[in-house]
């Protein structure tokens, strides 16, 4: 990549950044910001109670005589000393915000974590670029880089929300770098596999996509076993082996140190029936989350889409002349970023109805469309096609992200939460009655509730637990406030 390909990157990203500037470090609202929320909740625990206090766990309740065992999020397998554990991704996610926050000497905030986001969002953006510079020349790599940042999912996801399964992806592009240097070399001997290893095991640390990155790699290593030698294939299998053993280890081991190896395979287990394809689709059935993550690409990455939907016709034109431009390394292009991800579609469906779940495909949506454009731009009569088409899919791209997240400002938690901070005493219990109280107001109101459904349930659980008094809140019918009243262990 050349300094000036760079150059307009990084100009391309700061234009990103201003065009979300108004939507940053606003009252935590809605689509999936509460996914910020609930990271800042464990991180906020993290840095208040020691990380090590946890075994490197993420507690979800905080540490206030009153809160624990509080039955917000659920209880069971993940709860211990009172405290409930969030375990159901590796985390490496949440160990690199904390440690950000650590290097400011700053409490967590939702300003800080979506500044992150954007730092990763422009690793991210060099890595869609360095991938697609690996086997694609000309204005390919530049147009990829810069879809990545205007497509309406990665600029939400990778600004205002957070949470580590989003992070996933930048680890997981630059792994898909040091794989196509690995497997794409054309020599006898692998190349790079130390930071391949390396690599996969940061995205394994990050998040399950990487157990699905390694089966790939796995495929890859069995598909080209003859070019190498034994010494060599040993050595790649022994990596692939390491990267996903250590960082399983690792997890296993703190979560289970917080919440037994009992609890955690239960919680897992739990996990897995919920998400997964052939369990948790529920009375919906598959065809209706199906429905429900493509409207998801839809929503994340609808003028791609349009792009390669128009390009249909010409590739299969080219198909049946037998003459397809495929460019050399595309098809391990497309089995690395790919791949992965139609494997973890395909084996937790019900998952994928979290609309960031799309982000993952940013890699391959935007790197294929970066090539149709190309392609086009070598006509002779479309030789400005390429900027063209670019800046009016970017601008489609951030006009429809403006359309979808305008709004999601307006919020009722941060003026809940806050209500609750000034009626609420430390010594007394919270009781939350009504919908279920979202991570947002709970990160404002900096309390974890027990969800109850009568004083009479509440006075009982001050009973059992030796607390003295509590104050149950439920929502206002009328506007953003609440109602309340203080609850004593004796009427």
């Given at each position: 990549?050349?300094?000036?390909?760079?150059?307009?990157?990084?100009?391309?990203?700061?234009?990103?950044?201003?065009l979300?500037?108004?939507?940053?470090?606003?009252?935590?609202?809605?689509?999936?910001?509460?996914?910020?929320?609930?990271?800042?909740?464990?991180?906020?625990?993290?840095?208040?109670?020691?990380?090590?206090?946890?075994?490197?766990?993420?507690?979800?309740?905080?540490?206030?005589?009153?809160?624990?065992?509080?039955?917000?999020?659920?209880?069971?397998?993940?709860?211990n000393?009172?405290?409930?554990?969030?375990?159901?991704?590796?985390?490496?996610?949440?160990?690199?915000?904390?440690?950000?926050?650590?290097?400011?000497?700053?409490?967590?905030?939702?300003?800080g974590?979506?500044?992150?986001?954007?730092?990763?969002?422009?690793?991210?953006?060099?890595?869609?670029?360095?991938?697609?510079a690996?086997?694609?020349?000309?204005?390919?790599?530049?147009?990829?880089?810069?879809?990545?940042?205007?497509?309406?999912?990665?600029?939400?996801?990778?600004?205002?929300?957070?949470?580590?399964?989003?992070?996933?992806?930048?680890?997981?592009?630059?792994?898909?770098?040091?794989?196509?240097?690995?497997?794409?070399?054309?020599?006898?001997?692998?190349?790079?596999?130390?930071?391949?290893?390396?690599?996969?095991?940061?995205?394994?640390?990050?998040?399950?996509?990487?157990?699905?990155?390694?089966?790939?790699?796995?495929?890859?290593?069995?598909y080209r076993?003859?070019?190498?030698s034994?010494?060599?294939?040993?050595r790649?299998?022994?990596?692939?082996?390491?990267?996903?053993?250590?960082?399983?280890?690792?997890?296993?081991?703190?979560?289970?140190?917080?919440?037994?190896?009992?609890?955690?395979?239960?919680?897992?287990?739990?996990?897995f029936?919920?998400?997964?394809?052939?369990?948790?689709?529920?009375?919906?059935?598959?065809?209706?989350?199906?429905?429900?993550?493509?409207?998801?690409?839809?929503?994340?990455?609808?003028?791609?889409?349009?792009?390669?939907?128009?390009?249909?016709?010409?590739?299969?034109?080219?198909?049946?002349?037998?003459?397809?431009?495929?460019?050399?390394?595309?098809?391990?292009?497309?089995?690395?970023?790919?791949?992965?991800?139609?494997?973890?579609?395909?084996?937790?469906?019900e998952?994928?109805?979290?609309?960031?779940?799309?982000?993952?495909?940013?890699?391959?949506?935007?790197?294929?469309?970066?090539?149709?454009?190309?392609?086009?731009?070598k006509?002779?009569?479309?030789?400005?096609?390429?900027?063209?088409?670019?800046?009016?899919?970017?601008?489609l791209?951030?006009?429809?992200?403006?359309?979808?997240?305008?709004?999601?400002?307006?919020?009722?938690?941060?003026?809940?939460?806050?209500?609750?901070?000034?009626?609420?005493?430390?010594?007394?219990?919270?009781?939350?009655?009504?919908?279920?109280?979202?991570?947002?107001?709970?990160?404002?109101?900096k309390?974890?509730?027990?969800?109850?459904?009568?004083?009479?349930?509440?006075?009982?659980?001050?009973?059992?637990?030796?607390?003295a008094?509590?104050?149950?809140?439920?929502?206002?019918?009328?506007?953003?406030?609440?109602?309340?009243?203080?609850?004593?262990?004796?009427?």
């Amino acid at each position: 990549m050349s300094r000036s390909t760079l150059f307009l990157l990084f100009l391309a990203f700061g234009v990103s950044v201003l065009l979300r500037a108004p939507m940053l470090n606003r009252p935590l609202s809605g689509h999936h910001e509460f996914c910020t929320a609930f990271s800042l909740i464990i991180l906020e625990n993290w840095q208040r109670d020691g990380l090590l206090t946890h075994s490197g766990a993420p507690p979800l309740t905080s540490n206030a005589p009153g809160d624990r065992g509080a039955t917000w999020m659920g209880a069971g397998s993940a709860l211990n000393n009172g405290r409930y554990y969030y375990l159901s991704h590796p985390p490496l996610g949440l160990y690199l915000p904390h440690l950000w926050f650590r290097i400011w000497n700053t409490s967590p905030s939702a300003w800080g974590l979506q500044v992150f986001g954007l730092l990763l969002h422009g690793l991210f953006a060099v890595g869609v670029m360095r991938m697609m510079a690996w086997f694609a020349k000309g204005d390919a790599p530049l147009i990829a880089g810069v879809l990545v940042l205007f497509m309406p999912a990665p600029l939400w996801f990778l600004g205002n929300v957070y949470m580590s399964d989003i992070m996933v992806v930048v680890p997981w592009v630059w792994h898909v770098v040091a794989a196509q240097r690995l497997f794409g070399d054309v020599g006898n001997r692998p190349r790079g596999m130390v930071a391949f290893a390396l690599g996969l095991g940061i995205v394994v640390y990050t998040g399950w996509l990487g157990i699905l990155a390694a089966v790939v790699d796995l495929g890859l290593t069995l598909y080209r076993w003859k070019r190498w030698s034994g010494r060599d294939r040993t050595r790649l299998v022994m990596g692939i082996a390491l990267a996903v053993f250590i960082p399983m280890v690792l997890t296993a081991w703190a979560y289970s140190d917080a919440v037994g190896q009992v609890g955690l395979v239960d919680y897992l287990q739990g996990r897995f029936r919920q998400r997964s394809t052939a369990l948790g689709v529920g009375e919906e059935g598959a065809l209706y989350h199906l429905g429900h993550l493509l409207m998801n690409y839809r929503t994340g990455f609808l003028p791609v889409l349009l792009v390669l939907i128009a390009a249909v016709p010409f590739a299969l034109r080219a198909l049946r002349s037998g003459t397809p431009r495929i460019p050399p390394g595309a098809m391990l292009f497309t089995v690395l970023t790919a791949g992965p991800v139609v494997l973890e579609h395909a084996l937790l469906l019900e998952y994928a109805d979290h609309d960031f779940v799309a982000l993952k495909g940013a890699p391959f949506l935007c790197g294929t469309a970066a090539l149709v454009l190309a392609a086009v731009g070598k006509q002779p009569w479309a030789r400005w096609f390429p900027v063209s088409g670019l800046l009016l899919i970017s601008a489609l791209g951030a006009g429809y992200f403006w359309h979808l997240n305008a709004d999601a400002g307006t919020s009722v938690h941060k003026d809940r939460g806050l209500i609750i901070t000034r009626q609420i005493l430390p010594e007394q219990v919270l009781f939350w009655t009504g919908p279920p109280a979202e991570p947002q107001m709970v990160w404002y109101a900096k309390r974890t509730p027990w969800s109850v459904s009568s004083v009479d349930e509440a006075r009982a659980i001050l009973v059992r637990t030796g607390q003295a008094q509590g104050v149950l809140f439920s929502p206002d019918p009328g506007g953003h406030g609440l109602q309340w009243t203080v609850v004593d262990a004796l009427p």
